[in-house]
C-alpha cells in the first residue's frame, strides 16, 4: 500500500498506478478508497474496463448491492462479448438473490466460451449456472447443468453435495444420491455440509 501510494505520489494520473492502488484497497476491505482510485482512471486506457468492472464490484462489496448490479448490467448492456463484464455480472446478481439477472449472465457467458477453455473454469460455470436453475425452482434445468459440471470435473464435492442434496430434499433418486454424497465425504471429510447431506439422506432411507 505505501509502495503504490508512493508510485501514485509521483504520478497521480497514470491508469496503471490507480487501478493497482484499487485493487490493494480493496484487498484491505478498504471500498470507498478503492472506488475513488478506480473511478479516477481513464476510460480511454488499457485498464479503463477493468476499473469500471472493479467500481461496480467494490460497490456492492461495500454495501450497495442493488447499485453495483446496475453498473454491471449497463456495462453488460454495452458489451455483450466480453466474458469478463459478463462474469462479474452473473456472480453478483447471484450474491444478491437476483437469479434471472444471473441465469441471462451465465447463458451468455457458456455461449462465449471456445474450445480451448479449462475444463475446471467450464465446470465452474455449469455449476453456477445449476445453482441459479435450483433457486429459481427450475429443477430440471439445474440437474442439466450440475451433471455437465461433474462430467468436466467429476471429483468435485462441492458439486456432487449440490445435485445429491436437491434430489434427497425432493427425494427422488435416494441411492444414486447416498452413493455420491459418500463419495463427497470421502473427498473432503471435514465439511460439514456434505456430513448434512449424508445424514439426511440416510434418515429419508430409514438407515
Do not use: C
Not at 143 to 171: C, H, K, Q, T
Request: no cysteine; hydrophobic share 45%; aromatic share 10%.
Amino acid at each position: 500500500r505505501q509502495l503504490m501510494n508512493q508510485a501514485l505520489y509521483l504520478d497521480p494520473h497514470d491508469p496503471y498506478v490507480l487501478y493497482f492502488t484499487g485493487v490493494v484497497e480493496e484487498s484491505m476491505q478498504a471500498y470507498g478508497a478503492a472506488k475513488r482510485k478506480y473511478a479516477a482512471v481513464r476510460g480511454d486506457s488499457p485498464v479503463g474496463l477493468a476499473a469500471k468492472i472493479r467500481l461496480a464490484e467494490a460497490t456492492f462489496r461495500d454495501g450497495d448491492q442493488k447499485q453495483g448490479v446496475a453498473m454491471a448490467k449497463q456495462l453488460a448492456g454495452g458489451r455483450p462479448d466480453v466474458q469478463g463484464v459478463q462474469r462479474s455480472l452473473a456472480e453478483m446478481a447471484f450474491d444478491s438473490r437476483d437469479y434471472a439477472t444471473a441465469l441471462k449472465a451465465y447463458d451468455r457467458l457458456l455461449a462465449l466460451q471456445s474450445g480451448d477453455v479449462p475444463a475446471q473454469m467450464l465446470a465452474a460455470m455449469y455449476f453456477a449456472r445449476g445453482a441459479s436453475y435450483e433457486r429459481v425452482g427450475n429443477y430440471d434445468k439445474a440437474a442439466e447443468d450440475l451433471a455437465l459440471s461433474l462430467i468436466l470435473n467429476p471429483a468435485s464435492p462441492g458439486v456432487l453435495n449440490y445435485l445429491a442434496y436437491m434430489w434427497v430434499d425432493r427425494g427422488e433418486k435416494l441411492r444414486e444420491s447416498t452413493v455420491m454424497l459418500e463419495r463427497a465425504h470421502e473427498a473432503a471429510p471435514e465439511d460439514g455440509a456434505i456430513m448434512d447431506s449424508l445424514g439426511w439422506a440416510y434418515y429419508q432411507q430409514g438407515w
